[in-house]
């Protein structure tokens, strides 16, 4: 078992920066890969950014490259998510999940743990 719980959300002017923080409990967590998502109102929930176990590989949605950088201490058992420069429409509830598959991609049925989400709003 792995218990995720995220931080970091809040509300932010267009531009502006947030980091997003997910610390994960129970199973070692330097074996799991990583990924962040984001579900807004009336959407599906969308892959953001994903991690490898080792933190040497990343991938990101093409919507946030350039802006968002996902990064992992195991040491601490935290995985982040760095955004800058954001957008209105970066608004919604994003969320930290693990994988026991090695898999960091954007297929959110190959994540195994979940945790509650935090909500990002950016305004205008």
């Known amino acids: 078992q792995v218990q995720l719980v995220e931080s970091g959300g809040g509300l932010v002017q267009a531009g502006g920066s947030l980091r997003l923080s997910c610390a994960a409990s129970?199973?070692?967590?330097?074996?799991?890969?990583q990924g962040w998502f984001r579900q807004a109102p009336g959407k599906e929930r969308e892959f953001v950014a994903g991690?490898?176990?080792?933190?040497?590989?990343?991938t990101y949605a093409d919507s946030v490259k350039g802006r968002f950088t996902i990064y992992r201490d195991n040491a601490k058992n935290t995985v982040y998510l760095q955004m800058n420069n954001l957008r209105p429409e970066d608004t919604a509830v994003y969320y930290c999940?693990?994988?026991?598959?090695?898999?960091?991609?954007?297929?959110?049925?190959?994540?195994?743990?979940w945790g509650q989400g935090t909500q990002v709003t950016v305004s205008s």
């Open positions: 999940a693990a994988s026991t598959r090695y898999y960091y991609g954007r297929d959110y049925s190959q994540y195994d743990y």
């Open positions: 129970g199973r070692t967590f330097s074996d799991s890969a």
């Open positions: 991690i490898r176990w080792s933190g040497d590989r990343t």
